[in-house]
């Protein structure tokens, strides 16, 4: 019995025999099924991708920032200011700077 049904699955008797319709449904169905499964496969296969090279943009821009962070920090200085101003011949102060206050009309 085992025999003959291999035998019939090899030559394909089972997609021409009278009751066929049920197999070629079931046939159908699961080739529709494959062709979801391969196609959701790669839809997730190219999020991972879209997903790392974003990850890889982010640690880039992140590495800009701090860059660009400490470059301001370094021109904010004062020393850094000084010597930029003493080829203009704008020097600080040497009287300390006076507090003006105000008191309220009412």
């Known amino acids: 019995m085992a025999k003959r049904s291999i035998h019939n699955i090899l030559k ?6 009278e009751d066929s319709f049920k ?3 079931m046939i159908i ?3 529709l099924l494959a062709v979801i499964m391969i196609g ?4 997730a296969d190219r ?3 879209e997903i790392a090279s974003l990850n890889e943009e982010v640690k880039e821009y992140r590495s800009q920032f701090i ?3 400490s470059i301001l920090m370094e021109l904010k200085m004062e020393s850094t200011i ?4 003493k080829d203009k ?4 102060s040497v009287e300390p700077p006076i507090k003006v206050k105000v008191k309220s009309q009412k």
Do not use: A, M, Q
């Open 47 to 49: 999020k991972v991708h």
């Open 40 to 43: 959701s496969s790669h839809s």
């Open 12 to 17: 394909g008797t089972f997609l021409i025999s």
């Open 89 to 92: 011949e704008v020097l600080p």
């Open 67 to 69: 860059d660009g962070r």
């Open 82 to 85: 000084r010597g930029k101003l």
């Open 29 to 31: 169905f699961l080739s």
């Open 23 to 25: 197999n070629w449904r």
